[in-house]
């Protein structure tokens, strides 16, 4: 790219009604001076391609001007080999085209006025490596009034702008701080994989089992020890109830029903009640455009966030195929030995967990045996049938949490079997 120093001199004659606009930072109006003086401007620089910039005192680049048109663009990391750290106080400020700018994770300074009146833009990508963002970086001038005394106006947020950036994040801070809509597409720490339970399907594939972290906002890994993850378990993030937002990658192509569920007691009348399970209350879903993570929250009823367009994810590379070992002669199957409980045999009705104890726990391990979710061996069956009738129901599961708050007193629950 051809680069060439320019310096601009400009001798501007400003006409009755040419404003200079001292507006404050506050939506109240202001009255604004006309004026008759001349402005000389004098200002030396370099350019490449679009782009006006300055060489800093340690070598890296700060941009100074856009004179572009281009509606989406991405600001460029390096320009001529040297790094672009910073962009300019009101260096894109009236690029009324501009509607989408990604910024390059070089960047570390944001300053005043950066994009002063881009009337249009609604979508601005800032990095974690931003630590400074200067005033008005995201405002316009609206004016209301026009006279023979001045133009009155007010500062305002651009309209319809999303900053999108990282958890715990400058550009996060600086967006809640001056009310501008804020979609977190990473962490700026790098998730634990401990946190995460999962199994690995034919093909390399992970399925996500459960989560054993404790944070309120969670972005699920694209991949684990350098395998896909595409699938979120039935019951992966069950009963995570300070679970707040999860960011669903686009690999991820399955997700079971109640991975975002917990449990529920709902009271019938005045003397029952049943144990059910309903979405995390206040969780919000982010993750792409027509991705699975978005047919799924839509279906769920979760409140779901776009944070950026659908894509095809990487096909994953076919393992190298092994030969076959030789073949062994073969021997006669060990019988897989009689199942136990997880835990100590009960010995009453109801109670499960073996603790002498007939508890809401023991009325939901039932009701997970009712579904499926849980196997049933014989000294289970025993004892959670509780009707007598051959099979595990959520009656029998009913019955244990009305004995466990004291509703039913003449029961065969937490009796000796």
């Known amino acids: 790219m051809t680069k060439k120093l320019i310096c601009i001199s400009l001798a501007a004659a400003l006409l009755a009604g040419t404003s200079i606009i001292p507006i404050t930072a506050s939506a109240e109006q202001t009255t604004i001076e006309t004026s008759t003086a001349s402005v000389n401007i004098s200002e030396c620089g370099e ?52 509607t989408s700018v990604i910024i390059p994770d070089s960047v570390n300074v944001i300053g005043k006025n950066a994009f002063y009146n881009c009337t249009s833009l609604t979508s601005v990508t800032i990095p974690a490596s931003v630590t400074s963002l200067g005033d008005y970086a995201f405002y316009y001038t609206n004016i209301v009034s026009r006279g023979s005394e001045g133009i009155t106006g007010v500062r305002l947020r651009i309209p319809g702008l999303t900053i999108y950036g990282y958890e715990k994040s400058h550009a996060q801070i600086y967006a809640n701080n001056n009310g501008i809509p804020f979609v977190v597409i990473g962490s700026t720490l790098v998730p634990s994989i401990t946190d995460y339970e999962y199994i690995i399907h034919e093909g390399s594939t992970i399925e996500i089992t459960k989560y054993n972290g404790s944070d309120s906002e969670v972005v699920i890994p694209t991949e684990i020890n350098g395998k896909p993850v595409t699938a979120i378990g039935e019951v992966a993030f069950y009963d995570c109830t300070s679970l ?26 005045s003397r029952s009640a049943m144990l059910t399970a309903e979405p995390i209350p206040g969780l919000t879903i982010y993750g792409y455009d027509k991705s699975y993570a978005q047919t799924f929250a839509n279906d769920k009823g979760f409140t ?18 092994t030969p076959d070992p030789t073949p062994t ?84 629950v937490g009796t000796t079997i």
């Not at 399955?254 to 009348?269: H, L, N, P, Q, Y």
């Not at 104890?357 to 391990?365: K, R």
């Open 329 to 412: 002669p073969e021997t006669t199957p060990t019988p897989d030995p009689t199942p136990t409980p997880p835990s100590a045999t009960p010995s009453v009705y109801g109670d499960i967990d073996g603790d002498n104890t007939i508890t809401s726990a023991d009325a939901l391990s039932i009701l997970r045996m009712s579904v499926g979710l849980d196997h049933v061996t014989p000294e289970f069956m025993s004892i959670a049938d509780i009707d007598g009738n051959g099979t595990i129901t959520s009656s029998d599961a009913l019955a244990v949490l009305r004995a466990s708050i004291g509703l039913d007193k003449d029961t065969k």
């Open 304 to 321: 779901f966030v776009v944070i950026g367009e659908s894509y095809e994810p990487e096909p994953t590379p076919e393992p190298t195929p």
């Open 47 to 98: 350019t490449y391609g679009d782009y006006e910039y300055s060489v800093r005192g340690d070598g890296t680049v700060s941009i100074t001007k856009y004179n572009g048109n281009d509606a989406e663009i991405t600001i460029p990391s390096e320009i001529d080999g040297a790094t672009m750290t910073s962009i300019g106080d009101s260096a894109f400020s009236n690029c009324t085209s501009l």
């Open 244 to 269: 707040k937002s999860v960011t669903i990658p686009m690999s991820v192509t399955s997700i079971g029903d109640r991975a975002f569920s917990c449990k529920k007691i709902v009271v019938i009348g």
